[in-house]
């Protein structure tokens, strides 16, 4: 069975650009999460989505970010504009959500984007 | 805000030895305790998971230990071997807030 695919693996862009990340979870996982990996800050939770429907926002940075997940089998992560300290690699990861219970989370193997 | 520490940041040990990590929470209402492996190039994977209702969880040479008054829990390799060498990261959530925070992450090397 494919796991998590996302795209693109790497990313190099200037800044001030437009970045769009894209995933597709594993077919039948009603939960996505987009996470975020820096040596500074670790594994950091950006938003999530249960069932298309965004639950918590809380920790993308700012404006600059927005996520979409249009149906079960797509998400994207946009940064506009981009920064140099967006730099960092980007996980999204799914999960079959049964009840309240957060059961195992299937990672992608992430996107390295570098902001120059 | 930090809610989950984890330490050390690495470490090294020799094949065979014992690999310990410790990681330490803050919200009393987190009531699900995951550890998840990491190889370089690749997404995190989970190893090992805990619930607060027992205190010890063994599969294979992992081993984690719970301490429900202390608010710690640890992660043992025992037999550690140089396939072992990856970076390992505790985690908690709530069940009703379906929401992991993970903790920084510990990068393990184990030498042949």
């Known amino acids: 069975d494919a796991g998590v695919i996302q795209s693109p693996r790497h990313e190099v862009t200037e800044m001030g650009q437009e970045v769009t990340l894209r995933c597709k979870p594993i077919?039948?996982?009603?939960?996505l999460f987009w996470y975020r990996q820096t040596m500074m800050r670790g594994l950091e939770l950006l938003i999530y989505?249960?069932?298309?429907?965004?639950?918590?926002d809380s920790g993308m940075p700012e404006d600059r970010f927005s996520a979409k997940m249009p149906n079960a089998s797509f998400s994207t992560l946009k940064i506009q504009p981009s920064e140099p300290r967006d730099s960092a690699v980007y996980f999204c990861?799914?999960?079959?959500?049964?009840?309240?219970?957060?059961?195992?989370?299937?990672f992608g193997e992430g996107s390295r984007l570098t902001v120059l | 805000q930090q809610q989950v520490k984890q330490s050390p940041q690495s470490l090294i040990v020799q094949k065979g030895g014992i690999s310990i990590i410790n990681c330490a929470y803050e919200?009393?209402?987190?009531?699900?305790f995951p550890w998840y492996q990491q190889f370089p190039g690749k997404g995190p994977a989970l190893l090992i998971a805990i619930r607060p209702d027992v205190s010890e969880k063994k599969e294979g040479r992992f081993t984690i230990s719970f301490n429900k008054s202390a608010k710690q829990f640890s992660l043992h390799i025992m037999d550690s071997q140089p396939g072992d060498s990856a970076t390992y990261f505790c985690a908690a959530s709530r069940a009703a807030g379906n929401k992991l925070t993970f903790g920084g992450g510990t990068r393990v090397l184990v030498k042949p």
């Open positions: 990861a799914s999960t079959r959500l049964a009840g309240v219970e957060i059961g195992e989370l299937f």
């Open positions: 077919s039948g996982h009603n939960s």
């Open positions: 989505f249960n069932n298309n429907v965004p639950i918590d």
């Open positions: 919200n009393t209402a987190f009531d699900y």
